[in-house]
């Protein structure tokens, strides 16, 4: 059974640091595309980052490049994000997602096309 738990959000001053961690089961994280997305309350669903299945191309949102990180643990079957230089504008809940790859270097911002989503975990950015 494919299953995917995020962990790591908090409340964090803003130009703060926080690293969210993905645990997957069911799929080993370099054979799957992968991303995170976020919701703020009253706003859409926003994809923020993926990262493709093998060779691991990333793709970030204008919003949060030069920003954050996503990365991958293949002994851990974790994904991560790490968010450096937060914004009260970054507070959400933040998901992760998984997908079989649709194609070789598999990565989107597309709610779409991901099938598998976590709980969520907030992220709350005080000034």
């Known amino acids: 059974q494919v299953q995917v738990v995020e962990s790591g959000g908090g409340l964090v001053q803003a130009g703060g640091s926080l690293r969210l961690s993905c645990t997957a089961s069911g799929f080993s994280v370099d054979d799957y595309a992968m991303g995170w997305f976020r919701q703020a309350p009253g706003e859409e669903r926003e994809g923020i980052s993926c990262i493709s299945s093998t060779v691991g191309r990333s793709y970030y949102a204008d919003s949060v490049k030069g920003r954050f990180t996503i990365s991958r643990d293949t002994a851990k079957n974790t994904l991560y994000l790490q968010m450096n230089s937060l914004k009260p504008e970054d507070t959400a809940m933040y998901y992760c997602?998984?997908?079989?790859?649709?194609?070789?270097?598999?990565?989107?911002?597309?709610?779409?096309?991901?099938?598998?989503w976590g709980q969520g975990t907030q992220v709350t950015v005080s000034s």
């Open positions: 997602v998984a997908n079989p790859p649709w194609k070789y270097l598999s990565c989107s911002l597309a709610q779409d096309r991901f099938n598998y």
